[in-house]
């Protein structure tokens, strides 16, 4: 039997576009309140609007330790306590490391890894006293195996995965639920891509996710009966051979 999530309160980071627009679309028609969070304060105002009361905007920049702590009171005081952090922001380098900008990947783990980590700290002392709550990462089929044209990103997936796995272990005599969903390759403005009938031509080509899908799982992982965690949810178009 699922769970449903109506009434539950949901933080998506990285709400403005991609995977968190998605997810937000999607929770918000099973009847959940959403705290959407993203520096792109225009984009989230927009994405509120069209969801309506459920949903509330709140710009930020997660490599900032001071806008996690105002995220996490913000949603509070508006709807109450979390029910759910969907930990999705992230950012993305490819190319040789002899070639490679270490500046730009101090901002890279920044995004992937640093915020992450501080957002999960912020929401479970109350999921583990109130014994309920669901944390989960967006990680990637990069975090499962070293991916040689992008190994810097790779890097900050491994260190998700090790994150996710070892708070979960650490939380679930609480009852809180910690997982990581890992898509390959996603059809959206992460990957530089922004005409619709580019990316429905290659998803009909299996040669790429939508943002939808990876919505869907987020979904199924979410609605798993109490007793159950879906510890990592590994999806990949069907053609992509890694």
Do not use: C
Not at 176 to 183: I, K, Y
């Amino acid at each position: 039997m699922t769970q449903s999530l109506a009434g539950k309160v949901m933080i998506v980071t990285g709400a403005s576009s991609g995977i968190g627009r998605a997810v937000a679309r999607r929770f918000a028609g099973e009847g959940v309140k959403l705290v959407l969070v993203a520096r792109s304060a225009e984009k989230l105002a927009a994405l509120a609007e069209e969801l309506g009361a459920s949903a509330l905007a709140v710009p930020a920049d997660l490599t900032v330790a001071a806008d996690i702590a105002r995220m996490v009171e913000t949603a509070r005081s508006h709807f109450g306590p979390i029910d759910i952090l969907f930990a999705n922001a992230g950012s993305y380098v490819s190319g040789d490391v002899a070639e490679g900008d270490p500046d730009l990947w101090d901002t890279i783990i920044d995004v992937n890894v640093n915020s992450v980590f501080r957002a999960v700290h912020a929401v479970l002392p109350e999921m583990i006293a109130r014994r309920s709550g669901d944390v989960v990462v967006t990680s990637s089929i990069s975090g499962h195996q070293a991916i040689h044209w992008e190994p810097v990103y790779s890097a900050t997936k491994h260190a998700v995965q090790s994150f996710v796995h070892g708070v979960r272990r650490q939380v679930a005599p609480h009852n809180v639920r910690v997982g990581a969903l890992a898509p390959g390759m996603v059809l959206n403005e992460l990957w530089g891509l922004h005409d619709a009938d580019e990316i429905k031509r290659r998803a009909e080509a299996h040669e790429g996710l939508l943002s939808e899908d990876v919505a869907e799982a987020l979904l199924f992982m979410l609605t798993r009966p109490a007793h159950v965690t879906v510890r990592d949810l590994v999806m990949l178009p069907q053609n992509q051979d890694l």
